[in-house]
């Protein structure tokens, strides 16, 4: 198994930028593909983007899309969220996740492992 540490949340102004990392530990990062979730009061858990085996496609819900990115750097075995210009609607928890599956995926029930999740808060 493989598991997953996130930082860099925190409070950040709408228009500014913030990057958040998962740091992954016990099998390469590279057997998984990984994506970010997040989950605001009284809403249900959502797919964010998403990144294959290689980092050579990726995929994003329409309200992140040209605003945030995903990459990630398997040798180092991180994965990451930048965020630009975030509004206060992005304001939710953010959750790393990893999928033994192949393909970028965007359920919640496809993806094996989670990271803690970590609270980013855009103000006005």
């Known amino acids: 198994q493989v598991q997953l540490v996130q930082s860099g949340g925190g409070l950040v102004q709408s228009g500014g930028s913030l990057r958040l990392s998962c740091a992954a530990s016990?099998?390469?990062?590279?057997?998984?593909?990984m994506g970010w979730f997040r989950q605001a009061p009284e809403k249900e858990r959502e797919f964010v983007a998403g990144i294959s085996w290689s980092g050579s496609s990726t995929n994003y819900a329409n309200s992140v899309k040209g605003r945030f990115t995903i990459s990630r750097e398997n040798t180092q075995n991180m994965v990451y969220l930048q965020m630009i210009n975030p509004k206060p609607e992005d304001t939710a928890v953010y959750y790393c996740?990893?999928?033994?599956?192949?393909?970028?995926?965007?359920?919640?029930?496809?993806?094996?492992?989670w990271g803690q999740g970590t609270q980013v808060t855009v103000s006005s």
């Open positions: 016990g099998r390469p990062i590279s057997s998984y593909v």
């Open positions: 996740a990893a999928s033994t599956r192949a393909g970028i995926r965007q359920l919640m029930g496809e993806y094996n492992y």
